[in-house]
């Protein structure tokens, strides 16, 4: 037994014996259960194996001797040999590199925690019990619903009473007059952001104008005049809107300007997007129509 091996042999037990020493002083019973006991055991073979590896390289310092190809260049008479790269470095190192990209453009971004993350799926949750509480709930309760929807999002420009602060925001308390849907006959209008193309201006002209205006701003009671059709071929038969294509022109169309806003000669009326919830929307509709009796 030569006295490497001898040395490694007693670090080995200096080792299991410390690690024992620190065990028993911490009062733990190591053949209390088996899982004091497999510990222990992993700990054992844990401090064998680091020995016997310290010393198989140790061994290797002393007795090794060069071998292989020098390469050509060499710093001050320091030279290097031509070694391939060992095929576990470079599999480490492809893993890692590839850990990492996962890591950085999914792992975190996707996966990770994060605080406005937790708040949304709050709110979506919050929303859904609510759009479920409240899916039956009468043309009242929308009423009122509305009302308190509208004091907080919708008064600061168009007042408490919904009639638009002195030409500040449209004047929700009536309909379009006969002048305003004239206007927009003759002109076309491109405000509402729900339809890029606008309308087209000139669809009637004269009488036809005249009797159209009057039929909608008068909300479409009486005789339908027969030139209506140049309009129900995108405002649909009933004057109730075409989705994509044109809004209902029954009053105002609030799921189109509440998702989409409008930028018209009044001012710029913001898009509410999804913050509005289907339920909402429903009764900012119900109490809207209703100021306008
Ligand atoms: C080619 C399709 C088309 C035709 C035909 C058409 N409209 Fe329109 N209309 C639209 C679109 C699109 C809008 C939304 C414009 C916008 O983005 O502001 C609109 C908007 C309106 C509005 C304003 C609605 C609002 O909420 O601001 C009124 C009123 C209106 N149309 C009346 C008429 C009348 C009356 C006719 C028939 C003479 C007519 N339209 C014919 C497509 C059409
Ligand atoms: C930042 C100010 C502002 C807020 C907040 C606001 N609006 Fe408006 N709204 C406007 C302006 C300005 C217009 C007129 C746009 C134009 O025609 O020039 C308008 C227009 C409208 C119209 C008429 C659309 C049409 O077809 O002509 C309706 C309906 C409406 N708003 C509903 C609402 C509701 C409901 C809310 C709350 C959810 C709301 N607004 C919040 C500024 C606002």
Redesign the pocket.
Known sequence: MNSLMIKTLGFAALLILATIFVVTKLNIDIFADSVNALTIAGAIAVATITSAVAAKYINQMKTDTTSGKLAEENWDGIGEYENELPSGWAYTFLAVFMWSMWYGLAGYPIWAYSQIGEYNEEVLAYNAKFEETHKNASEETLKEMGES??LV??Q???GATGD?LSG???D?TKH?SKEEVLNIIKNGQN??GAFPGGMPAGMASGADAEAIAAYVAGGFKGEKPAAFAACASCHGADGKGTPMVA?SIHG???H???SKG?????????A?GSM?TPVQEKA?TAY?QSLAK
Do not use: E, S, T, W
């Open positions: 929807i509208f999002q919708c600061q420009c168009h638009g500040r925001a449209q929700l379009y405000a509402l809004p105002y169309d609030i189109n300007v509440v409008k930028k018209g000669k009044i001012g710029r009326m913001p509410f509005i900012l809207v």
